[in-house]
């Protein structure tokens, strides 16, 4: 288990010369994922700015594990932790219009203030990202969607970052685009995002966001941590309507539980572990293929050790 030191610790001895942002050791993710569950990063840094970030970039050793992290929506960190590099977007959050259609923004904006801006700017097509707690790094990386939106439809150019800190501008065609997932050049990183959105004559995106945030309301458990949809639907299927047939609603491993409202959310109910969390995500897997012969795919990200790792 990496639990050597005191928790949020400031790093003197490992940071880089001129180096702005914070750096943390054995920082607990469970303070910076939505399930509010799981181990330590043996590093964590949150960049001041990109400027910062590539000077960081260029003095950490090539060989040290990183993981960038938005705002922990979609992952699950073992309890034994992360080894290397968590790298936090929790300060990029520059977004701005830049031209008639254009929104700019950097990984660490999040997804409702896009779609918020985007609405009062009276732009239209990013009201689904409203209801999508992330950011837009990790909306890119995963191409989330909802309601018949989905990140890349939106998406003009991205900028990335590669591990020596090397900037770069990508168009479209540089990335394989599926369903809540994304090929792209490898260890480069998402920066920033230029977004082309539609005009909006008529107004009203607003009324839209309510109106889809109303939605998520009636049909999601929004009081309880939980990552969302823990898995792909399947093609012709959804995911919950599987697991709901299964007669998993309610099923409960440790603290982590199936959740009565919408069958592909797992919610902590409290202080369920990661441990928990995930042997009930192989437990959902494992009664879903017995009664219907398919594997459902998990959509969440699982990263870092097992405890005694
Ligand atoms: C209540 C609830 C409702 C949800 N509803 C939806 C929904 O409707 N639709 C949907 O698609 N998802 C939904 N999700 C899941 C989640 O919000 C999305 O997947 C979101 O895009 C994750 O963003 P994040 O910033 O939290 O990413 P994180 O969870 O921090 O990271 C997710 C992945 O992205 C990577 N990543 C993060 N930032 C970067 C970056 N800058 N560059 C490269 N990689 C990066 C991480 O390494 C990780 O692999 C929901 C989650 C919750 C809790």
């Known amino acids: 288990m990496l639990t050597a030191r005191r928790a949020g610790a400031i790093d003197s001895g490992t940071g880089v010369?001129?180096?702005?942002?914070?750096?943390?050791?054995?920082?607990?993710?469970?303070r910076h994922t939505s399930w509010r569950?799981?181990?330590?990063?043996?590093?964590?840094?949150?960049?001041?700015?990109?400027?910062?970030?590539q000077c960081f970039l260029r003095g950490t050793?090539?060989?040290?594990?990183?993981?960038?992290?938005?705002?922990?929506?979609?992952?699950?960190?073992?309890?034994?932790?992360?080894?290397?590099?968590?790298?936090?977007?929790?300060?990029?959050?520059?977004?701005?219009?830049?031209?008639?259609r254009a929104i700019v923004a950097q990984a660490g904006t999040s997804c409702a203030r896009i779609a918020r801006l985007a609405a009062q700017l009276g732009l239209t097509g990013a009201e689904f990202l409203a209801g999508i707690p992330g950011t837009l790094g990790g909306a890119l990386c995963m191409n989330a969607g909802a309601f018949g939106g989905e990140t890349w439809e939106l998406v003009g150019s991205v900028e990335t970052i590669d591990r020596q800190g090397g900037r770069?501008?990508?168009?479209?065609?540089d990335f394989e685009v599926g369903y809540?997932?994304?090929?792209?050049?490898?260890?480069?990183?998402?920066?920033?995002?230029?977004?082309?959105?539609?005009?909006?004559?008529?107004?009203g995106g607003i009324d839209r966001i309510k109106a889809?945030?109303?939605?998520?309301?009636?049909?999601?458990?929004?009081?309880?941590?939980?990552?969302?949809?823990v898995f792909q639907n399947p093609p012709?299927?959804?995911?919950?309507?599987?697991?709901?047939?299964?007669?998993?609603?309610?099923f409960s491993i440790g603290n982590a539980a199936v959740s009565e409202k919408h069958a592909n959310f797992i919610v902590n109910r409290g202080g369920a572990t990661a441990a928990d969390i995930e042997a009930l995500i192989e437990h959902v897997r494992c009664t879903v293929a017995e009664r219907h012969g398919l594997w459902l795919k998990p959509e969440v990200r699982i990263v870092g050790e097992a405890p005694g790792h």
């Open 17 to 30: 010369a001129g180096m702005r942002g914070a750096l943390r050791l054995d920082e607990p993710m469970a």
């Open 168 to 173: 770069r501008r990508r168009e479209r065609p």
């Open 236 to 250: 012709g299927d959804h995911a919950a309507r599987l697991i709901d047939v299964s007669g998993l609603k309610g």
């Open 180 to 203: 809540r997932e994304v090929r792209g050049p490898a260890d480069e990183w998402y920066l920033a995002a230029e977004l082309v959105l539609a005009t909006d004559p008529e107004g």
């Open 61 to 100: 050793p090539s060989e040290e594990p990183l993981l960038w992290v938005g705002l922990g929506s979609n992952l699950l960190v073992r309890d034994g932790g992360l080894r290397g590099m968590v790298i936090s977007t929790a300060r990029l959050n520059a977004c701005h219009f830049i031209a008639e």
């Open 37 to 53: 569950a799981g181990g330590r990063a043996q590093r964590y840094f949150v960049p001041a700015d990109a400027e910062d970030l």
């Open 212 to 229: 889809l945030l109303g939605r998520r309301a009636e049909l999601q458990p929004m009081g309880q941590p939980s990552c969302g949809s």
